[in-house]
C-alpha cells in the first residue's frame, strides 16, 4: 500500500486552525461504532481550535483507492504527529481504544 499517497490525500482536506494554542492537547476518543464520536468531536474541535484527523474520512479513501482498512490508526498517528510537532493541538475522530481504529 502506498501509505504516503493516501496520507496526502487525506491532508489536502485537513481543516487546519488558524492559531496555535499557547497550550497544546490531544483528545483521542474511545468508543463502539455509532457512540456519537463524530457528533461529540466535530464541534468540540471548532471551539477549541482543534485539529480534527477523521478515521472514516481515511477509512473512506482508502476503500475508494482499492486498499483495506489495515492501517487506519496508523495513518492517523502518522498526521497527528506531524501536526503535534508544529504546535496545533490534535483530536483524533475514531476509537483510539481499538485496533480496528
Do not use: H, W
Amino acid at each position: 500500500m502506498d501509505e504516503a499517497k493516501i496520507t496526502q490525500a487525506y491532508e489536502k482536506t485537513l481543516q487546519i486552525p488558524k492559531d496555535k494554542p499557547e497550550k497544546q492537547i490531544m483528545i483521542c476518543l474511545v468508543g463502539t461504532v455509532g457512540s456519537g464520536k463524530t457528533t461529540v468531536i466535530k464541534p468540540l474541535s471548532r471551539k477549541l481550535s482543534l485539529l480534527r484527523i477523521s478515521t472514516d474520512e481515511i477509512r473512506k479513501l482508502l476503500k475508494e483507492n482499492g486498499y483495506r482498512y489495515n492501517n487506519v490508526r496508523k495513518l492517523a498517528y502518522v498526521l497527528a504527529e506531524k501536526y503535534i510537532s508544529k504546535g496545533f493541538s490534535v483530536a483524533i475522530d475514531g476509537n483510539c481504544n481499538s485496533e480496528e481504529a
